[in-house]
C-alpha cells in the first residue's frame, strides 16, 4: 500500500543544514516567510522563490578564500603589527637591515595558517558534497527518476523508503523516529492522507488535480496547520492536515514506503530553524595570550619613548621612536601565535591517536586547550548518560495481592486449596494478558535471507518479526510477554492477534483507543475478545493518577516506593469488564463529545473518565534503561574535578528524573527538587522562594517553566541553579538548550562544555564554548557539529582529565617561553643601545636574528607539547588536579611576571657579562653575547621540562648542532678563529652558569619546600 504524507524528506538521514545556502536572501528566495499553496507533483507552479535545498558549511569560495583568510589574520592587531613592520623597511630611513629579516617570519606564519585553513575548508567542502549528492527517487511523469538532494524542490513527490530492511506499513500507516529533530527516542505513528488511498498506484498521484495549502515556515516541531484538496472530485475533496500527516527533515522512516509532496526546504526546514547559526569559537586560553601580547606592545613602546627621551628628543626624534618600535619589537613575538598553533595541531594528533578513546575525532583543532578549564557540563540523555539501544525490562512484578499470602501446609491440604490455586493463576494469566494488550506496539515483518517478507507475515515467523512503537518502554513490556508465552504477532488499526503457548491465536478487535498524553499520565484501550465476545477497558499509567482510580488496596503504594527507590519508570495496570449497553452508550457520549467544536478535550475527557473508575488493579511493571560502560565512575570523576554536569532533555519529567537517579547524576546523600509547573510571574516568584530555602539540593524543573522563570527572574533563577550540584532540565526546546548555555556563560564567566549526539543537540553544542559530539546509533549530526567527537560517554573522562589539562599545561608553558625567549633578545638589545649612547643599531642582523627564533630554538622550545607533569593514569585517578587548572594559575599575570623578570634578569647578564669580558673586537661581543644566549635558552629548556621524551632530547641534540655547524656560514658576524679559543670557551661557560645557575638552585628550593600538588604524588 502506498502512503502519502506531507513531508521535507531531504535530511531523515544526515547532518541538518547548520548555514544558509548563501548570505544573501534574495538568492535564497527572500526572506520573509509566507504561507503556501504547492501542487502535487508540479514544482513549476509555485507562488513565490523557495530557498535551494544544499547545504553549504564552508567560510570561503575559490574566490573569496585568499583575501578572506588574509583580512581574518589582519583584522587582529597582533598580525597587523607585524605587517606594519615589514612595511616599513621598503622606507630607507627606517629600515634596520635586510627585507627577509621581518618579511620571512611573517610569511612562515602566513603560509602555515592558510594551509590548515585549506585542509580545514576541503573537508568541509567534500562533507557538503557528500551530503548534497546524496540521491532519491522522484515521482514524474516520465516513471520514477533518481535526483540529488540538491535538486529536490518545493512540490516534488519523493519516494522514501525504511532505512534498514523494506518492510510495508500496515493500512497506510507508518512509524517513524525523531531523535534526531526533538531528542524523543520513542516512535512516533503518523497517518495519511485518507483520499489518497484509494488510488490504484503512486503514479496517479500526478494525475489529479490536487494541492496541499501550509501555514508559514516556523520553529515549532509540534504542530502543523494546513488542507489538502482535489478539485478534479465530484464534489471537490477537502482534508485537514495535522502535524499526524507530516513528515519533517531528520526524522527516519522505521517502516514502509512513504510518498510525500515537499513543502520546505532549505533554511526553511524545521530542523534548520531550531539550528542556531554556528559562532566562531576563539579559546579563553587566546583570549588571555592576546591580553598578554597587548602588555607586551605596551611595554614596547614605553622602552622607545625613553630611549628617545634619554636623548633628550634631539633631532628628528619622531623618527627614532619608529626605528626603536622596530628595533624593539621583539618584545611581541611573531613566532607566539604560529608555536601555538602548531602545538595545537599537536595536541590534536594526540587526541585522535589515543588508543584509550578511540574513534575520538578533532574538527575544531583552535580550542585544545578549552577541555581543560571546563566548569560546567551540559548533556544529554539519549545516548550520553542512557544507552536506549540496550533498554531492557529489569522486573515485571506482578504484585497480586493473594500471591502475597502464601498459603500454609495446613492451607493446602484444606477442601479450599486448589480453588485459591487456580485463582492466582487466572489473575496472573490475566494481568499477563492486560500487558500484551494496552499498548501501542505494532509487529513488524522482514525478510531474512531464508524467509520472504509476505511469507513472515502470514506465518507470524519469531525469527523476521520486529517491534515498533512510540516508546522503547513498550517494547520492552511486550518483548517481555512474549518471553513468557504470550506474544503479539498481528496488529493493524482495529485488530490485534495474540499467540499462546499452545498455538493458539488469540483475535482481539480494537474498539476504542485513549493514547497516552502528559496531561493525563495514562492510555487505555477498549477490546473485544473475538471468541468470548467480552469487551474489556485496560489502563495503565503513573501511580499518581491510578491510585485515584483503582479499587482499594493496601500495598500499591508500598511497591510503587520500592520499585521507584530501585530507579525504574513504573506503571499501574488496571482493567474493567463492560457490557454490550455499558460500552454503546459509553461510543454514543464519546462520538458526541469528539463532534464539540467548544471545550472539545475537555469534553472527551469527561466522557473517558466516566470509565475510569473503581477499576481492578492487575500487576505494577518497572523499565529501567541501561546505563552505558563507566557512566557512574565518570560522572563521578567530573564532579571530583569540579565540574558541575547539567542534563537537559526532551524527555518527559518523571524518566529524566529516574535516570538522573540511575547514572548517579544525583547522589543518594541529596534532595531532590522539583520545580513546580508555573505560568505566571507570581507562581514563579512563589517557588523561587520555596527553592532558595534548600540548601544543596539538586534541581529537576520543566521546560515551560524554565522559560517563564527566565522570563520574569533570569538573574535569581540563575544565581540559584548555579549553586546547585545538578540540575535537570526536561521537555527542552533545542534553542533552549542553547539559551541555558548562553546563559551560563553570561551569568558566570565560566567555561562551557556541551554533549549531545542528536541532531536537537546541535544549537547546544555550537553555542557552548567547546561541543562535543557523540557518534552512535542516533547518527552523526551532533558529532559534525561538534568541535571534539566521542564515540561512547565514559571516553569524555579521558578527553578532559588527560588531553584537556595537558594541553591547557602545555601550551602555557609554551606560550611563556615563546615570550621568556623574545624578552631576553630585547633586553639585551636595550641594554646594548644604552651603553652605546641609545643609538638604535641593532645587536643582532640578518640571519643570527632569524635563526634565533627558527633553527636554533624552536625545536626545543616547541618540544615542551610533549611534556606533562604526571601519567595519564595519575590524571584519571585523582581528577582534583583537574580542578586546580580552572582557577587559571599556569597562564597568569602572576606568572607572567615571573617570566618577564627572569627574562630581564638573564638578558641583562648575558649582555653586561659579554661587554665586560670582550677584549677588543666589537664582534666578540656578538660572538660571547650570541652563544651564551643559545645555551642559556637550551638550558631554560631542560630546567622547565617534567617528564623527559626522547623526542625532547633530540631536539636540545638538534639544536645545539645546528647552531655549532652554522658557525662555517657566520663569518661575517662571528670571528671563526676566537670562538676556537679556550678564552671564549670559559667566557660563554662563566656567563651561562650565572644566568642559570641561579635559577636551578631557586626551583629546587621551591620544590624542596613547597612542591605542587601533582609533584607530591609522582613522588
Known amino acids: 500500500l502506498i502512503t502519502n504524507y506531507v513531508l521535507n524528506p531531504i535530511e531523515d538521514l544526515y547532518r541538518i543544514d547548520t548555514k544558509l545556502c548563501c548570505p544573501w536572501s534574495r538568492c535564497c528566495g527572500g526572506g520573509d516567510f509566507r504561507p503556501r499553496t504547492v501542487w502535487l507533483g508540479h514544482p513549476e507552479k509555485r507562488e513565490q522563490r523557495y530557498p535551494r535545498n544544499v547545504i553549504n558549511n564552508q567560510k570561503y569560495n575559490f574566490f573569496t578564500f585568499l583575501p578572506g583568510v588574509l583580512f581574518n589574520q589582519f583584522k587582529y592587531f597582533f598580525n597587523l603589527y607585524f605587517l606594519l613592520l615589514a612595511c616599513s623597511q621598503f622606507v630607507n630611513e627606517l629600515r634596520l637591515g635586510a627585507l627577509y629579516t621581518y618579511w620571512v617570519p611573517l610569511g612562515f606564519v602566513l603560509i602555515i595558517t592558510i594551509m590548515r585553513e585549506a585542509v580545514e575548508e576541503m573537508r568541509c567542502f567534500l562533507r557538503d558534497k557528500e551530503v548534497n549528492s546524496q540521491i532519491y527517487s522522484k515521482l514524474s511523469t516520465r516513471g520514477t527518476v533518481k535526483v540529488k538532494s540538491s535538486g529536490i524542490q518545493v512540490g516534488d513527490l519523493i519516494i522514501v523508503e525504511k532505512t534498514f530492511v523494506p518492510d510495508f506499513c500496515h493500512k497506510g500507516s507508518c512509524f517513524l523516529r525523531t531523535d534526531q529533530l526533538d531528542g524523543e527516542t520513542d516512535w512516533k505513528l503518523r497517518l495519511p492522507v485518507a483520499c489518497t488511498q484509494r488510488l490504484p498506484t503512486a503514479a496517479d498521484l500526478l494525475q489529479i488535480r490536487s494541492f496541499v495549502y501550509a501555514e508559514e515556515p516556523n520553529i515549532d516541531i509540534h504542530n502543523f496547520i494546513g488542507t489538502f484538496t482535489r478539485e478534479d472530485g465530484d464534489p471537490p475533496v477537502s482534508e485537514s492536515l495535522s502535524i499526524e500527516n507530516t513528515l519533517w527533515a531528520s526524522t527516519v522512516i522505521a517502516s514502509g514506503t512513504v510518498v510525500g509532496v515537499v513543502i520546505y526546504t532549505g533554511k526553511e526546514l524545521r530542523s534548520v530553524m531550531n539550528t542556531s547559526n554556528p559562532r566562531h569559537k576563539i579559546g579563553l586560553f587566546d583570549l588571555e595570550v592576546n591580553c598578554l601580547t597587548k602588555i607586551l606592545f605596551g611595554a614596547l613602546v614605553v622602552v622607545s619613548l625613553v630611549m628617545v627621551a634619554l636623548q633628550h628628543f634631539a633631532g628628528r626624534w619622531y623618527l627614532q621612536i619608529f626605528r626603536f618600535l622596530l628595533l624593539f619589537s621583539n618584545i611581541v613575538p611573531i613566532s607566539l601565535r604560529v608555536n601555538l598553533d602548531m602545538g595545537k595541531m599537536v595536541y590534536s594528533w594526540m587526541i585522535k591517536k589515543d588508543s584509550k578513546i578511540p574513534g575520538t575525532g578533532v574538527r575544531a583543532s583552535t580550542i585544545p586547550e578549552q577541555l581543560g578549564r571546563i566548569s560546567y ?591 662555517v656560514f657566520l663569518h661575517e658576524f662571528i670571528d671563526l678563529y676566537f670562538i676556537t679559543t679556550l678564552s671564549f670557551v670559559w667566557k660563554v661557560t662563566a656567563i651561562t652558569l650565572v644566568s642559570c645557575l641561579p635559577l636551578y638552585i631557586l626551583k629546587y628550593l621551591r620544590r624542596r619546600f613547597s612542591p605542587p600538588s601533582y609533584s607530591k604524588l609522582t613522588s
Open 377 to 967: 557540563l551540559l548533556t544529554d540523555k539519549t545516548g550520553m548518560i542512557s544507552c536506549l539501544r540496550f533498554l531492557i525490562l529489569k522486573n515485571v512484578a506482578l504484585h497480586i495481592y493473594s500471591l502475597w499470602r502464601k498459603p500454609s501446609q495446613s492451607a493446602s491440604r484444606a477442601p479450599g486449596a486448589t480453588k485459591v490455586r487456580k485463582t492466582i493463576s487466572s489473575r496472573v494469566h490475566e494481568a499477563v494478558k492486560a500487558i500484551a494488550l494496552v499498548h501501542n506496539v505494532t509487529p513488524a515483518y522482514e525478510s531474512n535471507g531464508v524467509t520472504d517478507q509476505a511469507e513472515a507475515e502470514q506465518h507470524y515467523e519469531d525469527t523476521c518479526r520486529v517491534y515498533q512503537a512510540s516508546s522503547p518502554d513498550e517494547v520492552s513490556l511486550v518483548q517481555w510477554t512474549e518471553s513468557v508465552g504470550l506474544t503479539l504477532v498481528g496488529r493493524d488499526q482495529s485488530s490485534m492477534q495474540l499467540r499462546t503457548p499452545s498455538g493458539q491465536i488469540l483475535t482481539f478487535t480494537i474498539l476504542q483507543i485513549f493514547p497516552f498524553t502528559y496531561e493525563s499520565k495514562r492510555m487505555g484501550i477498549i477490546v473485544r475478545d473475538e471468541s468470548t465476545g467480552e469487551i474489556t477497558f485496560y489502563l495503565k499509567g503513573a501511580d499518581v493518577v491510578m491510585a485515584g482510580i483503582v479499587q482499594y488496596n493496601d500495598w500499591l503504594e508500598e511497591e510503587c516506593g520500592n520499585m521507584a527507590r530501585e530507579g525504574l519508570r513504573v506503571l499501574v495496570v488496571a482493567k474493567k469488564s463492560l457490557t454490550e449497553e455499558q460500552y454503546q452508550d459509553f461510543e454514543a457520549r464519546y462520538v458526541q463529545a469528539k463532534l464539540s467544536v467548544h471545550d472539545r478535550s475537555l469534553k472527551v475527557a469527561t466522557v473517558i473518565e466516566s470509565l475510569e473508575m473503581e477499576m481492578e488493579l492487575l500487576c505494577l511493571t518497572g523499565v529501567e534503561d541501561q546505563l552505558q560502560a563507566d557512566v557512574r565512575p565518570t560522572l563521578e570523576i567530573l564532579r571530583n574535578a569540579g565540574i558541575k554536569v547539567w542534563m537537559l532533555t526532551g524527555d518527559k519529567l518523571e524518566t529524566a528524573t529516574c535516570t538522573a537517579k540511575n547514572a548517579h547524576l544525583v547522589t543518594r546523600n541529596q534532595d531532590i527538587h522539583v520545580f513546580r509547573p508555573v505560568t505566571t510571574r507570581s507562581e514563579a516568584h512563589l517557588e523561587l522562594n520555596a527553592f532558595r530555602r534548600k540548601h544543596d539540593c539538586a534541581l529537576v524543573i520543566s521546560g515551560d517553566s524554565l522559560e517563564v522563570c527566565l522570563k520574569f527572574y533570569e538573574y535569581e533563577f540563575m544565581e540559584l541553579a548555579c549553586q546547585c550540584p545538578a540540575v535537570v532540565c526536561c521537555r527542552c526546546a533545542p534553542t533552549q538548550k542553547a539559551q541555558i548555555v548562553r546563559l551560563l556563560q553570561e551569568r558566570t564567566g565560566k567555561l562551557t562544555c556541551a554533549v549531545g549526539d542528536g541532531g536537537n543537540d546541535v544549537s547546544m553544542i555550537q553555542e557552548a564554548d567547546c561541543g562535543v559530539g557523540v557518534e552512535g546509533k542516533e547518527g552523526k549530526q551532533a558529532s559534525l557539529a561538534a568541535d571534539f567527537s566521542i564515540t561512547q560517554f565514559k571516553h569524555l573522562g579521558r578527553l578532559l582529565m588527560v588531553h584537556g589539562r595537558n594541553s591547557y599545561k602545555r601550551s602555557a608553558a609554551l606560550s611563556q617561553f615563546v615570550i621568556h625567549r623574545s624578552l631576553c633578545i630585547s633586553t639585551m638589545q636595550a641594554v646594548f643601545s644604552s651603553v652605546f649612547y641609545f643609538a638604535s643599531v641593532p645587536l643582532y642582523q640578518g640571519f643570527l636574528i632569524i635563526g634565533y627564533s627558527t633553527i636554533y630554538t624552536m625545536f626545543p622550545v616547541f618540544s615542551l607539547v610533549l611534556d606533562k607533569d604526571v601519567k595519564s593514569e595519575v590524571a584519571m585517578l585523582y581528577p582534583e588536579l583537574y580542578k586546580d587548572l580552572l582557577k587559571g594559575r599556569p597562564l597568569s599575570f602572576k606568572t607572567f611576571l615571573l617570566w618577564v623578570l627572569i627574562s630581564i634578569y638573564q638578558g641583562s647578564i648575558i649582555m653586561y657579562g659579554a661587554l665586560l669580558l670582550f677584549e677588543s673586537e666589537f664582534v666578540h661581543i656578538v660572538a660571547i653575547s650570541f652563544t651564551s644566549l643559545i645555551l642559556t635558552e637550551l638550558l631554560m629548556v631542560a630546567l622547565t621540562v617534567q617528564t623527559w621524551h626522547w623526542l625532547m632530547i633530540v631536539a636540545e641534540l638538534l639544536s645545539l648542532a645546528c647552531y655549532i655547524a652554522s658557525l
